[in-house]
C-alpha cells in the first residue's frame, strides 16, 4: 500500500521559514516524480512544485518563484519543500503527490490530475 505523509507544517509569521517533508512508503522512490500542490479555504488547488524522479528539472508556480525550493533525498525516501520568506498569502493546507508512470511534457507535473498518489496534507499557517 503505497502511502505518503507530510509533516513540518505550523503557525509562522511572515518574513520566516518553514521545510516541509514527505515520506514515501510501499513503492521505490527513484521512480516517482514529486509534487507540492497547496489548497487555502474557498480555492482551487493550486501547484506549488514539482522535481523528477532524477532529480532535475525542479518547476515551480509563479506565486512561490525565489522563495521556495523543492528537493528529494532517495536515502531517506523523503521530497522536501523548502519555504522561504513566508507570506499571508501562502497559508493553505499543502500536499504531496507522487507520480509513477512516464510523462510525456514536464509541464503535466504541474497538473493535478497527473498524479497517481496524494498525502493528507499538512497545515501552514503564516501571520501578518
Known amino acids: 500500500q503505497v502511502q505518503l505523509v507530510e509533516s513540518g507544517g505550523g503557525l509562522v509569521q511572515a518574513g520566516d521559514s518553514l521545510r516541509l517533508s514527505c515520506v514515501l512508503s510501499?513503492?521505490?522512490?527513484?521512480?516517482?516524480?514529486m509534487g507540492w500542490f497547496r489548497q487555502a479555504p474557498g480555492k482551487e488547488r493550486e501547484f506549488v512544485a514539482a522535481?523528477?524522479?532524477?532529480?532535475?528539472?525542479?518547476g515551480y508556480g509563479d506565486s512561490v518563484k525565489g522563495r521556495f525550493t523543492i528537493s528529494r533525498d532517495s536515502a531517506k525516501n523523503t521530497a522536501y519543500l523548502q519555504m522561504n520568506n513566508l507570506k499571508p498569502e501562502d497559508t493553505a493546507v499543502y500536499y504531496c503527490a507522487a507520480r509513477f508512470s512516464p510523462i510525456f511534457s514536464i509541464r503535466m507535473l504541474a497538473n493535478e490530475d497527473s498524479y497517481d498518489y496524494w498525502g493528507q496534507g499538512t497545515q501552514v499557517t503564516v501571520s501578518s
Open positions: 510501499g513503492r521505490t522512490f527513484n521512480n516517482a516524480d
Open positions: 522535481i523528477r524522479w532524477s532529480g532535475g528539472n525542479p
